[in-house]
Structures are given as structure tokens and as C-alpha cells.
């Protein structure tokens, strides 16, 4: 198994530009999640999903969209980046308490 | 915000015993307790996690206050490779896993050779 991965591995953005993260996991795990890390910072839930279909807003979902149609993917959009979406960006899938995390996204935006 | 209080870093020589510690006073009696670690530049991995009885496994023990209100993480021979940010995360831990968790700032453990 892979686990979680995540595409790409970092990417500049210029302000306004939009972009896709990628996430898969091949765990079969219900459950995903959106996370970001600031420097110095723990991670801050954006935006999770319980099952294919389903999705929800964490602690901050402003500039960011999802969408869950499969198990396995779980992409994460910025429409119009701006240069405070500046950050590391890291994926996680989980069927019970245990969340397993991918390698990250570092994404810059100037 | 986050539920717990850790120190911001710790150091301690290879090949002794490493002991984090956590305060969670305001637990609640569904809440559990979980560790997590993240390695320079990583996502987080999974360390342990309890409600009241003290936990170990291949990685960690876990030592809860009988009162509950704080704990400490232990690894028990630390290597270099230990070294990392280490998370206490206080959450209600539904089967189904559904909740995000909530990150402070953790404790920067540095294992000095």
C-alpha cells in the first residue's frame, strides 16, 4: 500500500492563479481530511469528508473548495490564490481514530 | 482552540528515556488523549492514545492521571530519529473518526547524541 499521497510536492503560484492538490489514499478509508501548516504553527483543519459525496467545512475553509466523488481521491481547489494561502498543505485519510497523513503540499504565493 | 498546554521544547541524550509532558484541565469524561509526532518537514504520524488506563505499545507508553487532567508521554530508549514535534491532542473519539483534531503547537523534542 501507498497509503496517502499527494501532487505535487511544491508549486508557486502567482496571485489570482487557481490550482488543484491532489490526495488519494489506497486504504479504503472512509474518512478524508484538508489540512494547513504555517510556519511555527500546528495544522488547521479546512475541509474534511465522511464518505464519497460528502463534505464539510473544518476551521478555515475560506479560498478553498472540494469535492469527494470517489473513495479514494480527495482534491483540494484554490480558485483565486492569494499570497496568505501561502503554506504547507497535507492530506489524511482515517476509518477510526487513527488519521494517516501524506507528505505534503508546499505551496508558495506570490 | 487547542484543549492542552505543552512545553515548547525539551532536550534529551540518546538512549534515555524521553518523558513529555501534557496538561489537559479542562477534559471531558468522553474525551481521549492522542499523541502525535511530526518529523522535520513530514505529515504527522500516529503515536498512541487513551482515556484513563495507561497505554503502550511498540512506539510509546502513555501515563494518564488518575484525575485526569494531565499526562505524559514516554519513549522509553530515544534515538536521534525521535527527534520531531510531538502533538497532545485532546478529542472525543467517535468510531467512526469522523472529527478533525486540533493542533496546538507541540513540543520540539531534540535527542542530543
Known amino acids: 500500500n501507498a497509503g496517502v499521497t499527494q501532487t505535487p510536492k511544491f508549486r508557486i503560484l502567482k496571485i489570482g492563479q487557481s490550482m488543484t492538490l491532489q490526495c488519494t489514499q489506497d486504504?479504503?478509508?472512509?474518512?478524508m481530511y484538508w489540512y494547513r501548516q504555517d510556519p511555527g504553527m500546528g495544522l488547521k483543519l479546512i475541509y474534511y469528508?465522511?464518505?464519497?459525496?460528502?463534505?464539510d467545512k473544518g476551521e478555515v475553509p475560506n479560498g478553498y473548495n472540494v469535492s469527494r466523488s470517489t473513495t479514494e481521491d480527495f482534491p483540494l481547489r484554490l480558485e483565486l490564490a492569494a499570497p496568505s494561502q501561502t503554506s504547507v498543505y497535507f492530506c489524511?485519510?482515517?476509518?477510526?481514530?487513527?488519521?494517516?497523513f501524506g507528505p505534503g503540499t508546499r505551496l508558495l504565493v506570490l | 482552540d487547542a484543549k492542552t498546554t505543552q512545553p515548547t521544547s525539551m532536550d534529551c541524550a540518546e538512549g534515555r528515556a524521553a518523558n513529555l509532558p501534557c496538561n489537559h484541565s479542562t477534559i471531558s469524561g468522553n474525551e481521549y488523549v492522542y499523541w502525535y509526532r511530526q518529523i522535520h518537514s513530514q505529515g504527522p504520524q500516529y503515536i498512541i492514545h487513551?482515556?484513563?488506563n495507561n497505554e503502550t505499545n511498540e512506539m510509546a507508553s502513555l501515563i494518564i492521571t488518575e484525575d485526569r487532567k494531565s499526562s505524559t508521554l514516554i519513549l522509553p530508549h530515544a534515538t536521534l530519529r525521535d527527534t520531531a514535534v510531538y502533538y497532545c491532542?485532546?478529542?472525543?473519539?467517535?468510531?467512526?473518526?469522523?472529527?478533525?483534531?486540533?493542533f496546538g503547537k507541540g513540543t520540539h523534542l531534540i535527542i542530543q547524541p
Open positions: 486504504m479504503n478509508h472512509n474518512y
Open positions: 487513551g482515556l484513563k
Open positions: 491532542i485532546v478529542r472525543v473519539a467517535p468510531g467512526g473518526g469522523a472529527d478533525g483534531l486540533t
Open positions: 489524511a485519510s482515517s476509518y477510526s481514530e487513527t488519521q494517516y
Open positions: 469528508s465522511v464518505g464519497a459525496g460528502i463534505t
